[in-house]
């Protein structure tokens, strides 16, 4: 079973943002990026997993700050979008399911 930390860093390499700015940065570059949104993410996740929806502002926010830093525009809609696809794949991993997550790793959204 993969890891919590790989479908959510799976996820977010299928994210449009990702896609979109990745033929601009080089391979560590944009490899250092997946890893500190996957870390930021898992942290608001293990002190909020009973309620993962009321984090999800704190993820989008997360998501957003580290984009930026990055120089990354992205618009606050995209990042709320992704947050609740990451809740939604905590709560599958959660009850060891693995559908939406081959769902979403298998297209682009």
Do not use: P
């Not at 079973?1 to 570059?29: C, F, G, P």
């Amino acid at each position: 079973m993969d890891s919590l930390e790989i479908r959510l860093k799976n996820a977010l390499n299928k994210w449009t943002v990702i896609k979109l700015i990745e033929q601009h940065l080089y391979e560590d570059e944009l490899e250092t990026l997946l890893n500190n949104l996957t870390d930021s993410i898992l942290k608001l996740i293990n002190k909020c997993k009973t309620e993962l929806i009321l984090i999800k502002y704190d993820i989008s926010d997360c998501l957003f700050d580290i984009l930026d830093i990055n120089n990354i525009e992205t618009d606050d809609y995209s990042c709320d979008s992704m947050a609740l696809i990451l809740i939604d794949l905590c709560k599958e991993y959660y009850e060891g399911k693995k559908e939406f997550y081959h769902k979403i790793t298998g297209n682009n959204f």
